[in-house]
């Protein structure tokens, strides 16, 4: 067994390179090949049918037949699950041998390239999907073949038609190469879909990944073919028949077959079970056409997320619909284009990585036994030899090596100073010997040194890891193996301390840049933050800090700015973008991820820092903030996997799980296992950002000229609001040149496409038909869609049998959402009317959707009646379809206020109900989802490409409170959320909240304890309730928990004195109002402290905005002095004007924020009135402010204690005394009772008696 040594081994000889590989033993693994599973001897007959050149039907009647049958036995897939099983285990000797291959024919080397950094990206994958193995192990085996180029030793072999090996091949390989990269990109891109995606569109997506498996089976057979002219020496060319060729195509189709077939076996349990939801609902294509049953899927994949995640809210939001159609409307070949844009840098950087250390293999083959300690004092020492010494074996324990390690140094370094006492030379020597560190190679620093050299924490250290340990020191520091050492003992844990703090100051700055970003960044630097901070806290907040000198940074500061700059170079290469785990490990570099953890994220947060200085002056594409969102969440993904791991191994070695993991990597992973302490909410520490920023590093901005080397995406230029769409109106609705020829589907064509049970589908369309040269029959439109996504439509006519016109025509979009497919006829009404689908067989019985178009403007299709409409009643919705495009034409003529207003309120309605459909808010009703059809119905295009863009720049503005969800509706919460501050008192974790959106039927429900587990009591409406108009951040929760209670008690107080001391309203109020002073608004006043106060008259409260005694219930601010709001004007956001103190409706959501605000209503700003000069913008009240709900205090009815053992004893003695008290009663009654029936009984048989008597006589 090879013993690591302390100083140079002895160089070898040069060697033969195939010698090399029949000494370690890869030619006879080669010869015999790997341990061939059930799997890989099926398949490996196809492949040797599609390379036959003999006996053609034989391999048709042999092969392909028996494959089929195979493919119908119970125990194929078994055999195949096993084969996919094993695949990992068959690599090593592969990579040995290509290697090696590559070393004698450098034209390999591409190829082997991409297969490597292939593999090594699937040994990262978390994921197990059995179909995307199967396909690399098609991969492994074409590769496999190139290990028969051992037999050509010369790279020059020319072959019987003058070609040389190396030229025969270099296309090939090339065509390889990128084969690989292409089927990697694909599964890459397969791997991020959703499930639903997965589901919905999964046959075009899996046939097109089977296909590889064909790809793959060609290359392996033009290899063998290439190889065999070399190999063989074949003379007769390789042309073959028809029967040949015909045999070759029929394996492949079996191999094919085999694979489709094993995507249907072998689906994931969370696929599979998406499957099954799916099947619930109806066919694929009626689900695509059903957008319930879509709501319904995606809230349900939202819900199997989240059950794999703690208690806390998820990492990444929740799939909203809008990602859903977005997602469903791309096609394969978009996906995987745009996929590419990310997968080609790290797959580059794989592929860099692996050629240095291809480069280092073949110029160092026969080094395998690397040296460790070797520089300073130890040049000295001969034959030390501290593994033999100790005659270890395989391995040792990691402290008794640590403890031996640091005995050895102190030896030689005591030696040396002995030695420099009597030599000028050893005394020079003496003073490179790193002493320094022998004081940090101690038992104090024991368990760091131990993590530095047991790299998989098995508490055992093997000679691999010491090789591994000191070939990760950098030649070009020239540090001594002691000062290396020192470094992981106590340099690792200064570097982490320092990078805390760059961390935790770089989120501060951008916490305090919230306030100056533009409006429409807000909404995504708000998810940056929600997402980023938390996780990113999690790990800084368990780094213990050290107690050592300063002067020792210093020492260690090579090396942290060395591996500073690698990763940034990484970083760069695939421009900060991390898409996947495996791109994190790539860029982090080799060994574990706690190595480098803090420098990734320092990194990736400087970069962001910088986002957020672009984002207060230009508006940034909604993907930029999103994207480093993600690469950071990778990255701490990273590490919580890491520690999954570890926890796994320590309770495998019996071991206290939770105390090991506050002490390895110096607690950097100490809350990664229970988050419950972090979040706790008597954890003070992190629930107050301890950092504050000043005024000046805020000011700070970055040079524009990184904006062309930071950016991942263009900046915004068109102007938010599509207004143009009416200045091109005319040319859009004009009529087709009359030169063109007359046709049955030529002119403009306008309509809906629908359900039976919605209609319309969508927005009405307008076309305009024209003629193709050259193609009488066809014809083409052209446009842009509600997305602004260009897009070409191109159809054709004919006439049938019966004289009926059948057209049919596609849709396709330049930004490669999927084609859409229309079919139909014109109807005896000269109505268009078909069927819409996803694919091109649309029929009756495949579709999505119905359609129904008519030769008509827009402006009067949006009146016509529906077909359901007309074969209720016909002859009502024509005569109702008549009056009201009459009506609307003329009102629309005559630019009359009605026709203006109606347009107003329909805008108004259709966003409002548009963005709580799709994004946030209440679900519509009946009633609601009728008005919204009704009001999509009604839009024209250009009216509804305005409308919809208004709506997505204020969703662009609107904050949403990502990971919560109405406590009363259920939905998503977008604008105002409302939190209560009684349940916040009982929660135990920070996070856990009561919410509600703004809708006050929601904040008057009540929320039981099954609905909120952590609810010590029932949520009531009588609550406190705090609403915010912005994001709040966890951090931010404690502060805005203080302010709020401390604004209702005051509130309150004051309320009870104006209560006590009531005064009358004035008569006049707005005579009243006009009397005041227009220096300044009658509301407010800015007080001493700087924030707004809208003074009592009379001890009583007025409102804010309109002037109004104000009574309990009301709101009150937290951030301004005795600033009450009444209901009505907070619903509307209210302000009053500066001047003349009328209110206004507050016109944006952060007004306030931009300097040329002026808080003037549109009056007096048309009047070219100046606010006044004394006015301070600063300290004037916006609805940014939270607000309290004041009210009548009602606190819960609190409930008898529990009583006592001595309280239940004495109730019991007092039960036994009153039943034996209620007895006596009852048998002296009784006893009363029987003794007056004994009398009646002596009576009676007295009177008796004598009768007889008398009788008797």
């Known amino acids: 067994m090879p013993s690591p040594q302390f100083f140079d081994p002895p160089q070898k000889s040069p060697m033969d390179p195939v010698q090399n590989l029949a000494d370690n033993g890869t030619m006879d693994k080669v010869n015999g090949g790997p341990k061939s599973s059930k799997t890989e001897n099926l398949l490996n007959k196809i492949d040797d049918a599609v390379a036959s050149a003999q006996d053609p039907k034989g391999v048709v009647s042999t092969v392909v037949q028996p494959v089929k049958m195979l493919l119908e036995s119970s125990g194929a897939m078994k055999a195949i699950e096993a084969g996919l099983n094993s695949f990992m285990e068959d690599i090593p000797w592969l990579m040995k041998g290509l290697d090696e291959v590559a070393r004698i024919h450098p034209v390999v080397t591409v190829a082997v390239l991409a297969f490597k950094a292939v593999y090594n990206m699937e040994l990262t994958r978390r994921e197990n999907d059995k179909r995307i193995r199967a396909l690399y192990i098609e991969m492994k085996d074409m590769m496999a073949v190139l290990i028969q180029l051992r037999d050509v030793k010369d790279t020059n072999d020319v072959g019987p038609d003058g070609k040389t090996i190396e030229a025969r091949l270099q296309a090939l390989i090339k065509q390889t190469a990128e084969d690989i990269k ?50 063989a020496r074949a003379v007769e060319a390789i042309h073959g028949d028809v029967h040949i060729i015909q045999a070759s195509v029929d394996a492949v189709n079996a191999k094919l077959e085999l694979f489709t077939r094993l995507f249907e076996t072998f689906v994931p349990k969370e696929l599979t079970t998406m499957k099954e939801k799916v099947k619930e609902k109806g066919d694929i294509t009626i689900v695509l056409s059903s957008e319930a049953a879509l709501r319904e899927l995606n809230d349900f994949e939202n819900s199997l997320d989240i059950q794999h995640k703690n208690d806390r809210s998820k990492k990444r939001s929740d799939f909203t619909m809008k990602d859903l159609r977005e997602e469903l409307r791309y096609d394969f070949e978009t996906s995987v284009r745009k996929n590419l844009e990310t997968f080609a840098g790290k797959f580059e950087l794989y592929q860099r990585q692996l050629k240095d250390e291809l480069t280092k293999t073949i110029n160092d083959a026969n080094n395998r036994i690397l040296t460790a300690v070797k520089e300073g004092p130890h040049d000295k020492i001969r034959n030390s030899l501290i593994w033999k010494e100790m005659n270890w074996r395989r391995n040792v324990k990691a402290r008794l090596f640590v403890m031996t390690l640091r005995d050895h140094f102190r030896e030689k370094v005591q030696e040396i100073k002995l030695i420099a006492a009597s030599d000028a030379e050893s005394s020079r020597e003496q003073s490179r010997t790193d002493d320094w560190a022998l004081e940090y190679i101690s038992v104090t620093w024991l368990q760091p040194i131990m993590e530095a050299f047991d790299d998989d924490g098995s508490g055992y250290i093997t000679i691999t890891e010491v090789n591994q340990f000191t070939e990760s020191l950098p030649t070009e520091l020239g540090w001594s193996s002691q000062h290396w050492i020192a470094y992981w003992a106590v340099g690792f844990q200064l570097a982490a301390t320092k990078y805390k703090e760059k961390i935790e100051h770089i989120l501060a700055l951008m916490y305090g840049l919230r306030s100056r970003l533009l409006p429409e960044n807000h909404y995504w630097a708000d998810y940056y933050l929600r997402k980023v901070w938390s996780s990113v806290v999690e790990i800084t907040a368990g780094l213990q800090t050290p107690d050592l000198p300063d002067h020792l940074e210093a020492k260690f500061e090579p ?68 994207d480093s969102a993600d690469s950071l969440l990778w990255v701490t993904d990273s590490a919580v996997i890491r520690v999954h791991d570890l926890a796994d191994l320590y309770e495998q070695q019996k071991m206290d799980v939770d105390a090991q993991l506050k002490t390895v990597a110096c607690g950097l992973f100490s809350n990664l296992q229970d988050l419950s302490e972090i979040w706790s909410t008597t954890n003070t520490n992190t629930q107050h950002f301890p950092y504050t920023v000043s005024n000046e590093e805020l ?20 102007y938010p609001l599509s207004t143009f769409v009416y200045e091109t109106k005319d040319e859009v609705t004009a009529s087709p040149d009359s030169s063109q020829p007359q046709a049955p589907m030529f002119g403009q064509w306008s309509g809906y496409v629908y359900t039976q049970d919605e209609f319309p589908e969508f927005l009405v369309w307008s076309w305009i038909f024209e003629a193709v040269p050259d193609d009488e029959n066809a014809f083409q439109a052209s446009g842009v869609d509600y997305d602004a996504d260009p897009y070409t439509l191109k159809g054709h006519y004919s006439q049938a049998e019966n004289g009926v016109i059948e057209a049919e025509f596609i849709i396709t979009y330049e930004s490669g959402y999927a084609t859409e497919y229309y079919k139909g006829h014109l109807d005896e009404a000269g109505s268009f009317t078909g069927f819409k689908g996803v694919d091109e067989n649309v029929s009756e019985d495949n579709h999505s959707s119905l359609f129904i178009f008519r030769r008509i403007s827009p402006e009067i299709m949006v009146h016509r009646p529906s077909p359901m409409e007309l074969a209720s009643n016909k002859y009502r919705a024509l005569w109702k379809f008549a009056l009201e495009a009459v009506v609307t034409q003329t009102r629309r003529r005559l630019w009359s206020w009605s026709f203006f207003r109606e347009r107003r309120d329909l805008r108004k309605r259709y966003i409002e109900l548009n963005i709580r459909l799709w994004e946030f808010g209440p679900p519509l009703d009946e009633e609601e989802r009728a008005a919204f059809l009704a009001s999509r119905r009604a839009l024209i295009p250009y009216d509804a490409l305005f409308y919809l863009s208004i709506r997505k720049h204020m969703l662009s503005i609107i904050p949403k409170h990502f990971d919560f969800e109405c406590d009363g509706c259920k939905q998503p919460m977008g604008g105002g959320r409302l939190i209560c501050l009684d349940c916040r008192s009982d929660a135990p974790q920070l996070w ?94 800015v007080h001493s402290e700087g924030a707004t106060e809208a003074p009592a008259t009379d001890d009583v409260f007025r409102c804010f905005a309109c002037h109004t005694v104000t009574e309990l219930p009301c709101w009150y601010c937290t951030q301004c002095t005795d600033c009450v709001i009444c209901d009505s004007c907070e619903a509307k ?125």
Not at 210 to 224: I, L, N, S
Not at 700 to 718: F, Q, R, S, V
Not at 1024 to 1049: E, M, N, S, Y
């Open 182 to 231: 292409d089927c990697a990109n694909a599964c890459d891109t397969y791997a991020k879909k959703r499930l639903l995606v997965k589901v919905l569109k999964g046959y075009s997506w899996e046939a097109k990944l089977v296909a590889f498996v064909g790809t793959f089976t060609k290359r392996r057979t033009d290899f063998e073919q290439a190889l065999a002219i070399h190999t």
């Open 559 to 626: 090396y942290i700015s060395h591996e500073e700059e690698r990763i940034r170079k990484n970083l760069q290469d695939i421009r900060f973008d991390i898409d996947a785990l495996d791109t994190v490990y790539v860029v982090a570099g080799p060994g574990r991820i706690e190595k480098h953890l803090l420098a990734l994220i320092y990194l990736l947060l400087d970069r962001d820092l910088k986002l957020f200085r672009i984002a207060q002056t230009k508006i940034l594409h909604e993907d930029e903030l999103w």
């Open 699 to 718: 000011d700070a901005n970055g040079p524009d000229a990184e904006l062309e080397t930071l950016l991942n995406y263009p900046l915004p230029t068109e």
């Open 992 to 1085: 856990q909240t009561v919410d509600f959106c703004a809708d006050p039927r929601c904040y008057s429900a009540s929320v039981t304890q099954e609905q909120r587990y952590y609810l010590e009591k029932p949520h009531v409406p009588t609550h406190d309730l705090v609403k915010i108009r912005t994001f709040v951040q966890w951090g931010d929760l404690p502060a805005l928990d203080q302010t709020a209670r401390a604004a209702l008690q005051h509130c309150r107080q004051r309320m009870v004195a104006s209560v006590e001391t009531p005064s009358e309203e004035p008569k006049d109020a707005e005579s009243s109002a006009g009397s005041e002073d227009v220096s300044g608004p009658k509301s407010q006043s």
């Open 1133 to 1257: 956001s209210l302000l009053p004007c500066v001047t003349c103190s009328e209110p206004f409706v507050q016109p944006s959501w952060y007004y306030g924020s931009n300097p040329k605000d002026n808080f003037m209503c549109n009056v007096c700003s048309v009047k070219g009135l100046d606010p006044p000069a004394e006015m301070q913008k600063d300290c004037l009240h916006t609805y940014l402010h939270p607000l309290v709900r004041c009210k009548e205090r009602i606190d819960d009815p609190v409930e008898p204690p529990e009583p006592t053992t001595e309280d239940r004893l004495i109730l019991l003695e007092s039960c036994v005394r009153s039943i034996q008290e209620s007895l006596g009663d009852k048998f002296g009654s009784m006893e009363t009772a029987l003794c007056s029936l004994q009398q009646t009984m002596s009576a009676l048989m007295a009177k008796l008696e004598s009768r007889s008597n008398g009788h008797a006589v």
